[in-house]
Nanobody
């Protein structure tokens, strides 16, 4: 059982940046593909990024060029660096893990473990 926890959410003005992270206490995430999935109020879940066990990354069109996901050297944490934030980026951001993650999963529902989410609000 993998208990993921996100941290670093908060409020930021449009055009600003925020760095959020995903970790599982006492465990590494090296054996999992880790996705970031967000859900805006009243909207469906949207997969926005993924990093594989081999370090390959994928991004949705809505965030590509603005968001970057990465792993720390110890393999304990996965980050999502968010730049040039827009009001439409306001959402709860979840990290999700897939076992045997040599490739990213195609759909959010294909991930095995989820954190409780961290809220990001972008407004003036």
């Amino acid at each position: 059982q993998l208990a993921l926890v996100e941290s670093g959410g908060g409020w930021v003005q449009p055009g600003g940046s925020l760095n959020i992270s995903c970790a599982a206490s006492g465990l590494t995430l090296d054996d999992y593909a880790i996705a970031w999935v967000r859900q805006a109020p009243g909207k469906d879940r949207e997969g926005i990024s993924c990093i594989t066990t081999g370090g390959r990354t994928l991004y949705s069109a809505s965030v590509k060029g603005r968001f970057t996901t990465s792993r720390d050297r110890a393999g304990t944490t996965v980050y999502l660096m968010m730049d040039s934030l827009k009001p439409e980026d306001t959402a709860v951001y979840f990290c999700a893990a897939a076992e045997g993650g040599s490739s990213c999963r195609r759909l959010p529902g294909d991930y095995d473990f989820w954190g409780p989410g961290t809220s990001v609000t972008v407004s003036s």
